[in-house]
């Protein structure tokens, strides 16, 4: 009865091609490109960085997303029940799909309302409180204040949940992703004209910031050394395109049958990408002017840190510069974590038979008392855990590294064997050139799907604990 119910209501779809490629690069371009991207690319030889992480993007990358994209639109159905609709024996994948974004949603929720507090202390005016010795820690460790912030960030994601796909994510990321991108690419070319002149007396641009970034160093480069990289880029690559998060899976069914699947491909690839090397250019210049190489950090330290003090040393600008950096922020933060619980409504609309009022009101509401827990991690749950690969990790830093470092290689890794040697590459081809388009990289894909993404994955795995470290 369920199922007849479901064929007389059609699925939801997204109303256009570039409606459809805004959501899902809305989805990738999300808090990796703008703090750990730039980090990786100081850290690891700039021009070098780039170049592998180009390389991985247009192979690695490409097979891993027109995989889940094409798996989406061929059984019309979300991560949850998708795999299952392939083959049979294959149901448990769907529900690992489904488990990534049920543990990632409510700390990005958490992580999404820190950027909501800078946002709005720029708002106000008050960017220079920000850098404050211990302010930042002083906020994400009280206990009211992290809670309120997480809540009004989560009610954004809900509300663009709720209006479903054509009048909500689809309408949202039409007016966010242009703004977004306008953004970045303003504040990258400002980081350009950048000059500071510390208190030794050394001047520093933001161009000689930008030849760091852009131009590669060999210095010191050793075969272990470049295998480092490689993991680094393809790290990156993996988690900053929304991979095996089931999101990629949801969307894909979104996605009207007629549109060109691969065209549409390649323009997420490069707005992705695109965004990525921007940010590095937006971030590097202007940390390197103020701060040198050594300002560089990974994780929340850049943003929430570092970045408040090359505006404070900006002057008055530097508030605005503040201010419409944490907009772009914000909309990246707030289009991933769309995508990451419309992953999680959409899997409880096709295996329960939900509503969407209803299964927007039920997760939302079960990810919100996790999101709480995260929270009251940095105070009245306070611990500390040495993880695998060796950092001190507390509840949020667990979740995101069963997620992201543990459970989304495995998903990978399973879906390459799966449609590379169970259910076939020819099934993925053959709904990608459903319409009579020319698969340029169809030969590339067969063997990336088959054999190269599946040992490329086992490294990201095997990196995860340490191994490479």
Same mark, same amino acid.
């Given at each position: ?149 997480? %809540?009004?960030?989560?009610? =954004?994601?809900? @509300? /663009? ?6 009048? #909500?994510? &689809?309408?949202? $990321? ?100 695109? %965004?990525?090397?921007?940010? =590095?250019?937006? @971030? /590097? ?6 701060? #040198?190489? &050594?300002?560089? $950090? ?172």
């Amino acid at each position: 009865m369920d199922s007849e119910k479901n064929m007389a209501k059609p699925r939801n779809a997204f109303t256009s091609s570039i409606g459809f490629v805004l959501a899902a690069a809305g989805s990738a371009v999300g808090l990796g490109n703008i703090w750990r991207f730039p980090y990786l690319a100081a850290k690891d030889g700039g021009g070098l960085f780039l170049f592998i992480y180009l390389i991985l993007a247009v192979s690695f990358g490409f097979t891993m997303l027109i995989t889940e994209i094409a798996i989406g639109r061929k059984t019309q159905e979300s991560p949850l029940t998708a795999y299952k609709k392939l083959n049979s024996k294959w149901g448990f994948l769907g529900f690992f799909a489904f488990i990534v974004p049920f543990i990632i949603y409510p700390y990005y929720c958490v992580i999404g309302g820190w950027v909501m507090k800078y946002m709005f202390t720029y708002l106000a005016f008050l960017g220079d409180v920000t850098t404050e010795e211990g302010f930042f820690t002083g906020f994400i460790t009280s206990q009211w204040q992290p809670i309120l912030y997480t %809540v009004i960030f989560a009610f =954004g994601c809900f @509300i /663009i949940v709720y209006k479903g796909v054509e009048h #909500g994510i &689809e309408k949202y $990321s039409k007016i966010l992703m242009p703004v977004l991108f306008l953004i970045v690419v303003f504040i990258a070319i400002y980081s350009l004209t950048l000059k500071h002149t510390d208190a030794n007396g050394v001047t520093r641009t933001g161009l000689e910031g930008a030849s760091i970034y852009f131009i590669p160093n060999f210095k010191g480069l050793t075969f272990s050394k470049l295998l480092y990289v490689i993991v680094d880029a393809l790290g990156q690559l993996f988690y900053s395109l929304s991979i095996s998060m089931g999101i990629m899976v949801a969307y894909g069914s979104y996605m009207k049958k007629e549109n060109n699947l691969g065209k549409s491909v390649n323009q997420i690839e490069i707005f992705d990408t695109g %965004v990525a090397i921007l940010a =590095g250019m937006m @971030i /590097i210049p202007a940390v390197f002017a103020f701060s #040198g190489t &050594e300002g560089m $950090s990974a994780g929340p330290g850049l943003i929430f840190i570092t970045l408040p003090k090359v505006f404070l040393s900006l002057g008055k600008f530097g508030t605005f510069i503040g201010l419409i950096f944490f907009v772009m922020v914000m909309f990246a933060s707030l289009t991933s974590a769309v995508s990451i619980l419309e992953a999680i409504v959409s899997s409880m609309i096709d295996k329960m038979h939900w509503s969407r009022k209803k299964a927007v009101l039920i997760m939302s509401a079960i990810a919100f008392v996790i999101s709480i827990v995260v929270c009251l991690g940095y105070n009245v749950f306070y611990f500390e855990h040495t993880l695998p690969n060796g950092s001190v990790a507390q509840i949020l830093d667990i979740f995101d590294y069963v997620s992201n470092n543990i459970l989304m290689p495995i998903v990978g890794l399973l879906t390459c064997l799966l449609i590379g040697w169970i259910v076939k590459p020819k099934a993925i081809v053959d709904e990608i050139t459903r319409n009579g388009e020319h698969f340029a990289r169809k030969a590339l894909y067969v063997v990336m799907i088959k054999f190269c993404c599946p040992v490329l994955l086992f490294i990201i795995l095997l990196a995860s604990f340490g191994i490479f470290r």
